[in-house]
C-alpha cells in the first residue's frame, strides 16, 4: 500500500513536500513516480525516481522540483519549490517493479495566486 501526504494550500512562489509511506512491499525496489492531475486535464507524470536513485522530471517542474527517496523509511518524497497556480493539482504517488503497481489515494495541492 502507498500514503501519500503533504498537500495542502500554498501561495504561488511557497513550498510543499509531499511524501509517499509504502507498506507491505520491498520498498527499494520499486520505482516511484510522482504524477498529478488537475480538474478537468489528464494525469500528467511530473517526476520518477528508479530504484537505484535516478531521477526524471516533466520539463514543467524541472528545477523546482525534486524527487527523493528514503528506503530505510520505506517512504518517497517530492519537495516542490517556488509553485505556481499551474501546479495546483492532485498528486499521486505509483510504485512500480515488474508487473506490480501500486497507487496511493493521492493528495491535493492548492496554490493561490
Known amino acids: 500500500q502507498l500514503q501519500a501526504s503533504g498537500g495542502g494550500l500554498v501561495q504561488a512562489g511557497g513550498s510543499l513536500r509531499l511524501s509517499c509511506a509504502a507498506s507491505g512491499m520491498t520498498f527499494s525496489r520499486y520505482a516511484i513516480n510522482w504524477y498529478r492531475q488537475a480538474p478537468g486535464k489528464q494525469r500528467e507524470l511530473v517526476a520518477v525516481i528508479s530504484s537505484g536513485g535516478r531521477t526524471n522530471y516533466a520539463d514543467s517542474v524541472k528545477g523546482r522540483f525534486t524527487v527523493s527517496r528514503d528506503n530505510a523509511k520505506n517512504t518517497a518524497y517530492l519537495q516542490m519549490n517556488t509553485l505556481k497556480p499551474e501546479d495546483m493539482a492532485v498528486y499521486y504517488c505509483?510504485?512500480?517493479?515488474?508487473?506490480?503497481?501500486?497507487w496511493g489515494q493521492g493528495t491535493q495541492v492548492t496554490v493561490s495566486s
Open positions: 505509483n510504485a512500480v517493479y515488474g508487473s506490480m503497481d501500486y
